[in-house]
């Protein structure tokens, strides 16, 4: 998986270096042609202080105990609740995470678990806040299973910003608890469904660390 061990994800350099660079080339012309373009190099060069903060890739201590689903996102619990899985159409408990442009966005593996489903839904961009988003906005989803036949859908959503998901894991991927799998540019959410039955270990509200934030523990 990439990103594993970099201080700022990749997918971030672009938007770092072409900001750093615009600054530079305004910076030039402030120094030699007019003071006015100082402003705007000033404005660059904060956007590409900006970019450094929301790619910035964090290690995290992932507590131990296999069954134990942990956070797959920094954020905030949005929803709790039993729903049907629209693409296994299943029954499951769903945990959603909304993921604000001040929030890490580099998206960790919810549990040790084999992929053996993936899905891409191209959509809406409605705010994650509103529930539509769940069903209507563009989606990548993977449906996992642990080694002993339990199963669970994680669902990275993008929002009234974020306009690309990005995802390492495919079909037939072996994942480990709290590795880096992908993340989401700008402002997005995550939704968490799991087997019935399991011990769900956050409230509404509550703030989530991923890779850290246990959200429950499978039955």
Request: net charge positive.
């Amino acid at each position: 998986m990439r990103n594993t061990n970099t201080p700022i994800a990749v997918e971030g350099y672009p938007f770092i270096a072409g900001f750093a660079a615009v600054a530079a080339v305004f910076a030039v012309m402030g120094q030699f042609l007019h003071c006015g373009f100082f402003f705007p190099a000033a404005l660059f060069a904060l956007l590409a202080l900006f970019s450094v903060f929301f790619f910035r890739n964090p290690e995290r201590a992932t507590p131990a105990g296999e069954n134990k689903v942990i956070a797959p996102a920094d954020g905030e619990v949005i929803f709790l609740g039993k729903v049907i899985e629209p693409h296994t159409s299943t029954e499951m408990e769903k945990i959603s995470i909304f993921m604000s442009v001040f929030n890490v966005h580099v998206n960790r593996a919810p549990l040790t678990a084999k992929v053996v489903d993936g899905f891409y839904n191209k959509g809406k961009f409605y705010d994650v806040r509103d529930e539509r988003a769940s069903f209507e906005n563009e989606q990548q989803g993977l449906v996992l299973e642990t080694a002993s036949g339990l199963k669970m859908v994680v669902v990275q959503v993008a929002g009234l910003i974020a306009r690309r998901i990005v995802c390492y894991a495919k079909p037939g991927d072996q994942l480990t608890r709290g590795r880096r799998y992908g993340l989401i540019r700008f402002g997005s959410r995550l939704d968490v469904y799991l087997p019935l039955g399991t011990k769900i270990d956050v409230v509404m509200g509550q703030k989530t660390v991923a890779g850290a934030t246990v959200l429950g523990i499978l039955p």
